[in-house]
């Protein structure tokens, strides 16, 4: 990860300062970052969904592994600022779509073949975006979502869905706030 890091320095540094300075950013963890840079590698993504962009972070950490999969990132922000600061601090990377919006009112939207989803956006609406998106997965896709042992009763309906659902394999990854970690066998 150190020569990524060494490409962006200027980038990351950027994201360090707003970390540090604005609140409400909720970024994830750099390690979760870079779980989630080598996941989209090892599963060759091309077509990922991020719900919950704030200030770009893990978007560009998606992102960067996209731009070696010839991959696109779909990340959807409803905050004005956050998304405006995310605007800001992506326009250099090609491969990323914005959208400004509430993830409910626009995922139906969004066509199928979603090989790799990212949640970590309003913890209550986990189990509804996947609602949205789940007949929009290819065979194989990694669905991996944030803030599980953090927000352990209202990621719990997302969770147990997963959990209880033999069209997913999954695991917690008991890293920072907790990850679930699921991948899409079949519809
Ligand atoms: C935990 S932060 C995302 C952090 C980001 N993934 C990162 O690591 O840099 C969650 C973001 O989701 C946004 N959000 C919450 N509910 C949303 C919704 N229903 N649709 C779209 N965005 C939403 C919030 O405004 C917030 O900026």
Not at 31 to 42: G, P, T, Y
Not at 102 to 130: H, N, S, T, V
Request: glycine share 4%; charged share 25%.
């Amino acid at each position: 990860m150190e020569k990524i890091k060494q490409q962006n320095k200027e980038i990351l540094a950027r994201f360090a300062e707003q970390k540090a300075s604005i609140h409400r950013l909720w970024n994830i963890e750099e390690e979760s970052a870079h779980l989630l840079f080598m996941l989209v590698l090892i599963r060759q993504a091309k077509y990922i969904v991020e719900i919950g962009t704030s200030n770009g972070y893990s978007t560009f950490w998606l992102a960067a592994a996209a731009e070696r999969t010839g991959g696109t990132v779909h990340t959807i922000e409803v905050d004005d600022q956050r998304f405006n600061l995310a605007k800001a601090n992506l326009k250099n990377m090609e491969n990323i779509r914005q959208y400004n919006a509430k993830a409910e009112d626009i995922l139906a939207d969004f066509a199928a073949g979603i090989d790799f989803l990212f949640i970590d956006a309003g913890k209550p609406g986990y189990r509804e975006y996947l609602a949205l998106l789940e007949a929009k997965l290819t065979p194989g896709a990694v669905v991996i979502a944030d803030n599980i042992c953090s927000h352990p009763e209202t990621t719990a309906p997302y969770r147990k869905y997963i959990e209880n659902n033999t069209a997913f394999y999954s695991q917690v990854i008991h890293l920072n706030a907790g990850l679930q970690l699921a991948f899409f066998r079949r519809r």
